[in-house]
């Protein structure tokens, strides 16, 4: 009886790493999780989340960042909902931090993936926007990564894969990603304390919150007012 010690080839190492992945987002959307993911479910158990970060906060904190890398790695709904979350259960310190270091960790694992396993049937499903998007890195560098993320014209799930089909390297996605994600996913966790002080309705009208709000809404029409828009918003918009 012999017994085969030869690595696994890329091929089923490949095969693996999908079966895996296939089977976390299956388990995942079978358990309900992304759609409980609300505002309103936020708010609901707000005091007995709020217990267990005072609990235990280390698991806490581990167990939030574990989920938002998931969740942005997988392209799953409810980002937005976990970064006020953030806000609402750690602070603006703790909240923004592992917010931001979750956020640009999983982006990372996404244009990983799109890299080194999906990358033929992306490069065959996404060719109108990786053409632009290669024109606008060869004509601005990273400057055009950062106006990206800045003006989130473009879904950020669709830049972390057609990113990874670029010559991009891994260190320069990293910073860029996280910088421009940075100002965006600040002012989510801003409002995830002001969320965190609403005890009544009619504490949702008041001037800090609205303002708040208004800033978020305003934030990516702004920039894009004063920054030129790439041109890889153009195929996404006619796809539309």
């Avoid at 982006?107 to 632009?132: E, I, N, P, V, Y």
């Avoid at 989510?188 to 009544?200: H, N």
Wanted: charged share 10%.
């Amino acid at each position: 009886m012999t017994i085969d010690n030869e690595p696994l080839s890329m091929d089923r190492r490949r095969l693996i790493l999908l079966a895996a992945l296939a089977g976390l987002f299956t388990l995942l959307a079978l358990s309900g999780l992304p759609q409980q993911l609300s505002l309103a479910n936020l708010k609901a158990q707000q005091a007995e989340l709020q217990a267990w970060v005072a609990a235990a906060p280390v698991v806490a904190a581990l167990a939030y960042a574990a989920f938002y890398v998931l969740f942005t790695a997988l392209a799953l709904p409810g980002a937005q909902v976990l970064t006020l979350a953030g806000g609402l259960l750690f602070g603006i310190a703790w909240g923004l931090g592992l917010a931001s270091l979750a956020s640009t960790m999983g982006a990372t694992l996404a244009f990983l993936g799109s890299r080194f396993l999906f990358r033929d049937s992306l490069h065959a499903r996404c060719g109108a926007h990786l053409q632009a998007i290669e024109e606008g890195l060869r004509r601005d560098g990273l400057w055009y990564l950062l106006s990206l993320r800045l003006i989130a014209i473009v879904p950020f799930f669709l830049i972390n894969l057609v990113m990874g089909l670029t010559p991009v390297r891994v260190r320069d996605y990293v910073w860029v990603s996280w910088a421009g994600m940075l100002p965006g996913t600040f002012l989510y966790v801003l409002a995830g304390t002001e969320l965190g002080a609403i005890t009544r309705a009619s504490d949702i009208l008041s001037a800090r919150i609205l303002l708040l709000f208004v800033a978020l809404a305003l934030f990516p029409l702004v920039l894009r007012l004063l920054m030129p828009q790439p041109a890889a918003a153009e195929p996404w918009k006619a796809r539309q």
